[in-house]
């Protein structure tokens, strides 16, 4: 049974969906900070934590997993490289979501997301 398995659709099928979180991972990680739909925010948070979680391993099979999901090689080698000593002693939470004024165009609600 999937009880409590929800996971969130934004509106996309199943490959969209996939690219806009590993496109929206791959900037917050380049970044540090972006501007989102909080729906968003909270969908690509789950991929973010698992990327450092992956650099904090360090382990060859845990680099090509992550280069297999985020677009820009050299984003994976700095992640690797600045890791271990930004967030060495943290056991998760890496990243903060910040909720902001909804967008104008469609009241959207929209957040900060950003690396602690």
């Known amino acids: 049974m999937r009880h409590g398995r929800r996971v969130p ?3 996309r099928p199943p490959d969209q969906r996939k690219a ?3 496109g929206l991972t791959t900037q917050l990680l380049k970044h540090g900070r972006i501007k989102t739909t909080k729906p968003r925010a909270k969908a690509m948070r789950k991929y973010v934590e ?3 979680t992956l650099a904090k391993d360090g382990s060859l099979h845990k680099r090509r997993q992550a ?3 985020i677009y820009e090689k050299h ?3 700095a992640l690797f490289a600045e890791v271990a000593d930004r967030y060495g ?3 998760g939470g890496y990243t903060r979501i910040i909720p902001t004024f909804p967008r104008r165009g469609d009241n959207a ?3 900060y997301i950003e690396l602690v």
């Open 9 to 11: 659709k934004l509106n």
């Open 20 to 22: 806009l979180l590993r």
């Open 75 to 77: 984003i994976v080698h």
């Open 89 to 91: 002693d943290r056991e």
């Open 50 to 52: 698992k990327m450092i």
């Open 109 to 111: 609600p929209m957040a």
């Open 67 to 69: 280069l297999a999901f």
